[in-house]
């Protein structure tokens, strides 16, 4: 059976720390796809505030056009209310067993996973394997995990992997697009264009 990796974020907007991140994963775990799926809105944040789910999207899609195996996902988008990842792993599990079903986090994501701060955690834990991206100012092992650890879950799906210093934040380059300073490099140039076209992220203080 293919493996494949998910990612969900809420992309406001998408960068290189997660592209970086998905293609180790992808290259490490032998994955035939990753696929990237923004949030029609977060469940820890407020609607207000996020960029609209159509412009997080379609940054996402001009970010994964060029890497035959990633792709764009509408699967949270297109359901109503806040996003939930069991949501979508439970209906990607129709089609996919959970060994073969990879969900990429960064450190602080698996953290708050393991802490139980996400919808029915214990549950979700046990319907995939994960890919902890160590992320810098936030390091991690499995140790450390399971210090935190109130899910029940023996942790033994959670696979950590190192990723080259990238202290890319998107709350950071929301930042700088407000203050005038550059993002290139930070994220591809279409997603730049992207933001400047439709004057994204002008009066960010978020
Ligand atoms: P924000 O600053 O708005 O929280 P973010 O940069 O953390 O944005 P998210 O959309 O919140 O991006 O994150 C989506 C997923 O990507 C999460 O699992 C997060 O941990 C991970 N992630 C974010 N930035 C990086 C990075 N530089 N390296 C590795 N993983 C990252
Ligand atoms: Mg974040």
Redesign the pocket.
């Given at each position: 059976m293919a493996r494949i990796g998910v990612?969900?974020?809420?992309?406001?907007p998408?960068?290189?720390?997660?592209l970086?991140?998905a293609e180790e994963a992808r290259v490490q775990f032998g994955l035939s796809q990753v696929l990237f799926v923004?949030?029609h809105y977060?469940p820890h944040?407020t609607l207000d505030g996020v960029t609209p789910p159509e412009h997080r999207y379609h940054m996402t899609l001009l970010a994964t056009v060029t890497n035959p195996s990633f792709a764009a996902s509408r699967i949270e988008i297109d359901r109503p209310g806040p996003s939930y990842s069991i949501d979508t792993i439970l209906e990607l599990r129709r089609a996919h067993q959970a060994g073969d079903l990879f969900y990429?986090?960064?450190?602080?994501?698996?953290l708050q996973i393991v802490r139980g701060a996400w919808e029915r955690a214990a549950e979700l834990l046990t319907l995939c394997q994960f890919i902890a991206?160590?992320?810098?100012g936030?390091p991690i092992d499995v140790d450390d995990l399971r210090k935190f650890n109130v899910t029940g879950n023996p942790l033994a799906n959670i696979h950590v992997i190192e990723?080259p210093a990238?202290?890319?934040?998107?709350?950071?380059?929301?930042r700088r697009v407000a203050e005038g300073r550059p993002i290139r490099y930070l994220v591809p140039e279409p997603v730049e264009t992207y933001i400047m076209k439709h004057e994204l992220y002008r009066g960010a203080g978020?």
């Amino acid at each position: 059976m293919a493996r494949i990796g998910v990612m969900g974020g809420t992309f406001d907007p998408i960068h290189y720390g997660h592209l970086v991140t998905a293609e180790e994963a992808r290259v490490q775990f032998g994955l035939s796809q990753v696929l990237f799926v923004p949030n029609h809105y977060p469940p820890h944040k407020t609607l207000d505030g996020v960029t609209p789910p159509e412009h997080r999207y379609h940054m996402t899609l001009l970010a994964t056009v060029t890497n035959p195996s990633f792709a764009a996902s509408r699967i949270e988008i297109d359901r109503p209310g806040p996003s939930y990842s069991i949501d979508t792993i439970l209906e990607l599990r129709r089609a996919h067993q959970a060994g073969d079903l990879f969900y990429i986090t960064g450190a602080d994501a698996i953290l708050q996973i393991v802490r139980g701060a996400w919808e029915r955690a214990a549950e979700l834990l046990t319907l995939c394997q994960f890919i902890a991206a160590s992320r810098p100012g936030f390091p991690i092992d499995v140790d450390d995990l399971r210090k935190f650890n109130v899910t029940g879950n023996p942790l033994a799906n959670i696979h950590v992997i190192e990723i080259p210093a990238l202290a890319i934040s998107s709350t950071d380059i929301r930042r700088r697009v407000a203050e005038g300073r550059p993002i290139r490099y930070l994220v591809p140039e279409p997603v730049e264009t992207y933001i400047m076209k439709h004057e994204l992220y002008r009066g960010a203080g978020r």
